[in-house]
Nanobody
Framework: QEQLVESGGGLVQPGGSLRLSCSTS????????IGWFRQAPGKAREGVSC????????YYGDSVKGRFTISRDNANNTVYLQMNNLKPEDTGVYYC??????????????????WGEGTQVTVSS
């Protein structure tokens, strides 16, 4: 059974850092791309960053480029999102998700087959 479990959210001041973790199970390694999506209050869910299970290729949304880094630990079936220089507009619920590796375009909610339950990230002074 496919499962995604997020951890690592919390409250942080602007300019601070957080690392989110997504523990995955039940997925064929090369069959699915794993990514992070977020939803701010009153806004649509958006793709933040995704990483290919085939070759490690990555995608970043324009608003997080240069601040966020996605990585994976294949031995432990875990995907991480390191978030630096956080801004108040980064506030939202962050979801780990999986979509078929053949799906295009990359890192869009419409392609997702499996969602985690989400973890809250709040950036505020």
């Amino acid at each position: 059974q496919e499962q995604l479990v997020e951890s690592g959210g919390g409250l942080v001041q602007p300019g601070g850092s957080l690392r989110l973790s997504c523990s995955t199970s039940g997925f064929t390694r090369s069959g699915y791309t794993i990514g992070w999506f977020r939803q701010a209050p009153g806004k649509a869910r958006e793709g933040v960053s995704c990483i290919s299970s085939k070759d490690g290729a990555t995608y970043y949304g324009d608003s997080v480029k240069g601040r966020f880094t996605i990585s994976r630990d294949n031995a432990n079936n875990t995907v991480y999102l390191q978030m630096n220089n956080l801004k108040p507009e980064d506030t939202g619920v962050y979801y780990c998700a999986a979509y078929p590796s053949y799906f295009e375009p990359w890192c869009v909610p419409q392609g997702v087959d499996y969602w985690g339950e989400g973890t809250q990230v709040t950036v505020s002074s």
